[in-house]
């Protein structure tokens, strides 16, 4: 992968470096490398796995736990194609696909670059023996091969990004099953399932996590884009009337809870889509984006979906999927506004936010200024020497602090070098137990942004930690 530098107020590290750290440390392999790589497909390391279940976990907590309206649901990943010919998605979740005829890459139309055709260029361009020129026009803007630079394309073709699979022995149609695409459908086909068992009614939300699938014509950018990658998504159902309020709370909702991680101002906005780019479902669309080294990008959208979806499954299943208000008397199918957002992606927006190179006793050192929550450790447990009474004593500490906290525990190399370790992963906090500690029961504290270090009594940590982690 180039170097794609940080534009200028984008702050945080560039994809190069944050690449290397992810590799270098454990946050995420490419997967299969052994095997030379599979098709941009990426494994979680033991530091990748924590820091991905934090982003969820921080998810779930401000989606669900935090609100007595929102519960929470997993559904399968195998779905009936039933599903997905009532959502569209067998109809229309298609990327239009075109071919170079020159080099053959194949890619999507809607990402290549454009350029105006001059004289120039098309002498150039028949110097170089490219076919087709007869059909371009000067002046024209024309789509041209992101790989050889030739405007000789296919005509474009809908490309169904979903992924097909076969369930039992049988490799026929009538055992056809699709890998979703997204998980928002899970909590439309199972609306009256949890109307039923849950006692919510609108306006409340159904949540989910977990994986998707998309055969992505050009994956890429590291975890941006990917085949397989895990969706936050929540799907509230509000009387039609109040979906424009609902609309705007989630905006600022979803917006807020970026900034609260870590997210710098400068680096997220809002961007409505304008009526050409709406889905067929959509009333009204705002991506929240983030401002990536190679520019603004999609980090989640929240749509105003209407009632469309319940209705498609009403019609495809024949059961109603209504909501009988029995205080009003009335009937009506309700809409539904969806924050959805990727797990993967904003996990990626945080590492790149949070990256950051200081200077440290003359030395740069880098550094990961994750918000504790999001911190793969939130504790470093570090005993001076390796001498037996030390290891014994920094024992008793790493279980009383395992019990609140995901701790590392580490007694090889200098300290200096074990400090390095763990401002680069982004341990907010480490604990050092030395000679002293055998004698006064205290331990030192230092701070992962300060570097300050400050003595502690160990009857203290728990109390300490829970005021510096802020949990
Ligand atoms: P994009 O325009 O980037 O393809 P989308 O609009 O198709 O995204 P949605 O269907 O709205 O995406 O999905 C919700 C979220 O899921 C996205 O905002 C993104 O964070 C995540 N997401 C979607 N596709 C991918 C992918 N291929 N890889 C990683 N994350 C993805």
Redesign the pocket.
Known sequence: MTDQRAPENSPGGTMEAVVNLCKRRGFIFPSAEIYGGFRSTYDYGPLGVLMLRNVKDAWWRSMVQMRHDVVGLDAAILSSPKIWAASGHLENFTDPLVDCKSCKERSRLDQLETCLVTEDLLKTWSKKGWKGLEKINLGDQVPVCSSCGSPDLTEARAFNLMFKTFVGPMEESGAEAYLRP?TAQGMFVNFSNILNTSRKRPPFGIAQTGKSF?N?IT?GNF????RE?E?MELEFFVPPAESDRWFEYWLKERFDWYLNLGIPEESIRLRHHDSQELSHYSAGTCDVEFLYPWGWG????IANRTDYDLTQHSKFSGEKLEYFDQQSGERYTPHVIEP???A??AMMAFLLSAYAQDEVGGETRTVLRLDPRLAPYKVAVLPLSKKEPLIDLSNRVFDLLKVRYMCDYDETQSIGRRYRRQDEIGTPVCVTVDFDSLDDESVTIRSRDTTDQVRVPIGELLSLLGDKLGF
């Open positions: 997204e998309r992505e994956p975890v941006f884009r990917t990658f969706q999609e980090l989640e959208g959805a957002a990727g993967t992606r």
